[in-house]
């Protein structure tokens, strides 16, 4: 074998002179150089140390395609660690906080979640749209700048809920300052001479604050997520971090790794989609052709109104521009492997470990490959021609199981904003004798690309609104299954099932690991399911493993099978559907309908509508069924079977009306619906019927006005086509006390003709003030009802624990504190949407509820006779009436903080009956009347520690509910102090610790 090929090496510098005098512009020249020079791999000496660089296409599959090759770490991403950690792109692969955020991040990135970005990703593209237009057309915009401060504050708002505001400063935000200069810090680290760093003391302490800067900016958006009442915290990125639980290991990840990908987001969530927006700009001012050909594409979908969802997948051409944008300037331009055992690469020996780096720009570009690689060409990436690209010849996301999760993220986001800025802007480089050169960090962008923007066009709103459907019942058995890592497969599964359900199916939905083995021969399987890289979900690893390997009999099973990828991994697309479909018709089940196949890079909702449209007429024909006719398309389902709770009863707890209010409800669930104790139930609300008279006095309409609503784009909850009074409209299918986004700010501030009006609505951007609030602060506003019902968002649900046990009562009662308070405007009371709500309730009211689950440490023990502490304030004391109902027996203390005896002690006449039976301690303190130094439930706590500690060590659990503000953190303070250091935790780890915080 020989040995790899690279210029000659000088004793212990190596090669290192000829990296750091080398006069390339980027890393991608200075590969494509020394490739020209020692062909397809060559090899560098590093202070003693072999880098070796292997970016033709041959050599690239060679690895890829051999399980012994992984990812690497490399020098520049090792330095990252300092910032990242074992964050998702910066983990080694060992790292088990890499397999375990990768399962539980990846859903928030299938093709369904990202459907539901795309509100936010217009929120923040219209805030860029504004500021172009108020430049006009003789203003510089700095183009790479631009996209920074839009993909940014893009990926806080729609994974974190945080707004950054980059386009309402003059200056970047100051996380993008420290990212670039810890970016080219770490890249130049691996390029210093050995000894030379610890020298540089003013850069390592720069470098060290940078650092200390993001993390701390990641810190705050935790620490404001977690200050959020449960019922205010949105389900987003950030909450599925905090909340959610490894399917396979059932851990949760820690907080310091939280920090770490909090950061990994925030620098890989935008500055690679930055890169990629600001080169397809300048290719097309370069390319007028292309130029006009997207215009047109542009204007045939969107013509003169704001982009819905619905309309990315119809601009293809957009997409076949950016992929061909990644592949001749690939953002991240190279990734590293490594071999996990001594192999050979092109018939060179490699170590085991040793780095290999694949330089896009070279891959990219190989003409054994690519027809004329450096001419800008998006046909390449037509529809009919993806077949004719080799795997492993396109990897601007990376490769295999470490690939960029956030691929169709950003391929959405860039889409967007690339229809927007054609469809409302001619333009121009603010220097035609501009030459593109290129800045590098770790990522690319073009360096000083300047643009111009004159007006095209404005876009004009169109109202989202939704049609309720009808359905028919007969209980025929109908079993869904699914195979699903990014939660696409998931989602397509549960909507066939609820649809069928609402059909009149006797519907399960499942797993297919589930059902391994167990195929029941009444009624339809259908089974949707993604690959995985070319192997099984990890829900579905079990059940292909079966159908392969065991070969079972499958006569009398019924099935069909609906396949989800993506043609940008043209090589194992639809791979797994594949293999199912064909194993189970060679076993012997009848196949209903052939394969349906939905590509998430084209048109995937839109391909699974045409799969779905006939499916029940096929299956009532199939099974001699009547067929329930609906109106409207899948998602419409939900207003008609909205599952709705009856109030049995509505008192007040609070004793003082100066206190505040705090209510218990019971209610009957639907029917057929079980809890369990612990359990939350969610609760969908009107609006309070003084928000709504004052949105229809502002309209000018009469309450009872008849309204129909009309689109040709159906969406949210309002249903179309069909009279609704205008009260009834407003009260249950908007959110009139929501804030109202900078987005839906800036297009109100267009309604108006008065110049000081329009510029104080501007100011009041981001003061959270509703719609409604702006509207009467604003009067020359001029907007009609279709103008606000765009606007609104549609109402959702908040969360309460159930204060009764399944054990005792199949109603379910719950314990509501109603929040009521000066509101922002500076305008009357602001009542909480939710609580207002549950207080106005009367026995006999019908309520849309839905029930959810806690973390399996927040139940009662499952021995009944195990102790429990539970520490509690306000209306946190709610669970633990459930708990104390459903385990009588057990020795149980409980520490409860209210205001007074006389005023808001909850429940205490049902805890008296379990401290006569000698069952229950109660410990209270009351902070309107204290003892002595106790006024907090934590000072209580303090007094009674030995109690605390005694019932620990003999298998007690302990609970936590309470304010997230104030008593929680005070009480687990509390709490540490008990005994050594890592108690609590080690209390925590053995399931035995919960909390509940809100």
Not at 549 to 554: K, M, S, T
Not at 560 to 588: F, K, N
Not at 633 to 659: G, Q
Not at 708 to 717: H, L, M, V
């Amino acid at each position: 074998m020989q040995n790899i090929p690279g210029p000659k090496p000088l004793p212990l510098l190596g090669n290192l002179l000829e990296l750091i005098r080398a006069p390339h512009e980027t890393s991608g020249d200075f590969a494509e150089d020394y490739h020209r020079r020692y062909g397809g791999v060559f090899s560098l000496d590093v202070g003693g140390k072999r880098m070796i660089f292997a970016s033709h296409h041959a050599l690239v599959t060679e690895m890829c395609s051999d399980p012994l090759w992984s990812k690497a770490v490399h020098d520049p991403l090792e330095q990252l660690r300092d910032l990242g950690g074992d964050g998702l792109f910066t983990a080694y692969d060992d790292e088990p906080n890499w397999g375990r955020a990768h399962r539980l991040l990846m859903p928030a990135f299938g093709t369904a979640a990202i459907r539901d970005y795309f509100p936010q990703m217009l929120d923040i593209a219209e805030q860029m749209m504004l500021r172009w237009e108020r430049f006009g057309p003789d203003h510089d915009i700095d183009v790479a700048e631009d996209m920074t401060r839009l993909t940014l504050d893009t990926i806080a708002l729609c994974a974190f809920d945080v707004r950054f505001n980059s386009f309402y400063s003059e200056q970047p935000h100051p996380f993008v300052g420290a990212m670039v200069r810890a970016l080219v810090e770490a890249g130049a680290r691996g390029e210093r001479l050995p000894g030379v760093q610890p020298l540089l003391v003013g850069t390592n302490r720069q470098y060290r604050a940078d650092i200390t800067l993001m993390h701390r900016i990641a810190d705050d958006i935790v620490t404001a997520r977690i200050a959020k009442p449960p019922a205010e915290r949105p389900d987003d990125l950030l909450e599925r971090m905090l909340t959610a639980s490894d399917p396979l290991t059932g851990e949760r990840l820690s907080e310091q790794n939280i920090r770490y990908q909090l950061a990994t987001f925030l620098i890989a969530g935008h500055e690679t989609t930055s890169g990629l927006l600001s080169f397809a700009v300048h290719r097309l001012l370069t390319q007028p052709t292309v130029l006009a050909r997207a215009r047109l594409c542009v204007d045939q979908v969107l013509g003169d109104r704001t982009p819905a969802f619905e309309d990315l997948a119809k601009l293809g051409f957009l997409g076949q521009i950016l992929r061909e944008t990644l592949r001749l300037h690939p953002t991240a331009p190279a990734f590293a492997l490594t071999p996990s055992e001594p192999t050979t690469l092109g018939g060179h020996p490699v170590a085991a470990g040793e780095h290999v780096l694949v330089m896009l720009p070279v891959l990219h570009r190989d003409p054994a490959v690519w027809t004329d690689p450096d001419t800008f060409d998006p046909d390449r990436f037509a529809p009919e021609r993806m077949g004719e690209i080799p795997e492993y010849a396109w990897m601007p996301f990376g490769h295999g199981a470490r690939a960029c999760i956030g691929r169709p993220f950003a391929l959405q986001e860039a889409t967007l904003v690339l229809a927007m800025i054609l469809q409302r802007f001619d333009l121009s480089l603010a220097d035609p004798g501009y030459r593109m050169t290129v800045s590098e960090t770790l990522t690319l962008k073009p360096k000083d690309l300047l643009i111009r923007t004159a007006t095209r066009r404005p876009a004009a709103p169109r109202p989202v609104v939704r049609t309720p459907p009808s359905s028919a019942a007969h209980g025929t058995a109908l079993l869904v299954l699914y195979g699903s890592n990014s939660g696409s497969s998931e989602s397509l599964a549960r909507t066939i099932a609820a649809d069928g359900t609402a059909r009149g199916w006797s519907t399960t939905v499942a797993t297919l690991d589930e059902h391994t083995g167990d195929l029941p021969s009444a009624g339809p399987v259908v089974i949707v399911s993604s690959s995985y890289n070319g192997t099984p979900p990890d829900n579905a690893q079990r059940f292909v493993g079966w159908l392969t390997r065991d070969r079972p009999d499958l006569t009398g099973v019924d099935y069909l099978v609906l396949g989800c990828g993506s043609l940008d991994w043209a090589a194992t697309y639809q791979r797994i559907p594949t293999i199912i479909d064909e194993a189970m018709h060679r076993a012997g089940a009848r196949r209903l309908r052939e394969r349906g196949a939905v590509d998430a890079r084209t048109d995937f909702f839109g391909e699974f509508e045409r799969w779905y449209q006939p499916l029940w007429e096929d299956l009532a024909k199939t099974y001699d069924l009547p067929l329930a006719q609906t109106t409207g398309s899948r998602y419409r389902v939900s207003i008609v079977a909205a599952p709705t709770a009856v109030v049995l009863e509505n008192r007040e707890l609070v004793r003082d009306p100066a206190a505040g209010s705090k209510r218990h409800l019971e209610l009957r669930l639907p029917d057929g619906w079980t809890y369990r104790t612990g359990d939350y139930l969610s609760v969908l609300p009107h609006n309070h019927p003084n928000l709504v008279t004052r949105m229809i006095t502002r309209l000018g309409r009469p309450a009872d006005d008849l309204v129909t609503i009309d689109s040709d784009a159906p969406a949210g909850r309002i249903p179309t086509g069909m009279p609704l009074r205008l009260d009834d409209l407003l009260t249950r299918y908007v959110d009139l006390s929501a804030p109202a986004t900078p987005g839906v700010v800036g297009r109100l501030a267009q309604t108006t003709k008065c110049p000081p009006e329009r510029s104080e609505l501007e100011r009041l951007a981001d003061r959270r003030l509703s719609l409604l609030d702006l509207l009467e602060m604003f009067a020359s506003c001029q907007v009609d009802l279709a103008w606000v019902l765009e606007a609104l968002p549609e109402p959702r649900m908040r969360q309460y624990s159930i204060s009764s046990a399944a054990e005792v009562q199949s109603e379910v009662a719950l314990t509501v504190s109603v929040a009521e308070g000066p509101a922002r405007s500076g305008n009357g009371i602001h009542l909480g949407a939710a609580s207002s709500y549950l207080q106005r309730a009367r026995p006999g009211d019908r309520l849309t509820v839905a029930l959810a689950a806690p973390a399996e440490v927040f139940r009662p023990p499952a021995d009944p006779t195990t102790p429990m502490i539970m520490i509690a304030a306000g209306s946190g004391i709610a669970p633990f009436r459930a708990f104390l109902q459903a385990r009588p027996d057990a020795e149980s203390v409980l520490f409860f903080g209210c205001r007074h005896p006389d005023v808001d002690d909850l429940y205490a006449e049902e805890f008296a009956a379990h401290v006569e039976a000698g069952r229950l301690r109660v410990y209270r303190a009351y902070s309107r009347r204290p003892d002595g130094d106790v006024r907090y439930v934590q000072h209580r706590l303090w007094q009674h520690r030995r109690t605390v500690l005694d019932l620990v060590d003999r298998g007690a659990h302990l609970y936590v509910c309470g304010d997230v503000n104030g008593m929680g953190p005070a009480v687990e303070s509390t709490l540490r102090e008990f005994g050594p250091a890592s108690w609590l935790d080690d209390l925590a780890a053995a399931g035995r610790y919960g909390t509940d915080l809100f």
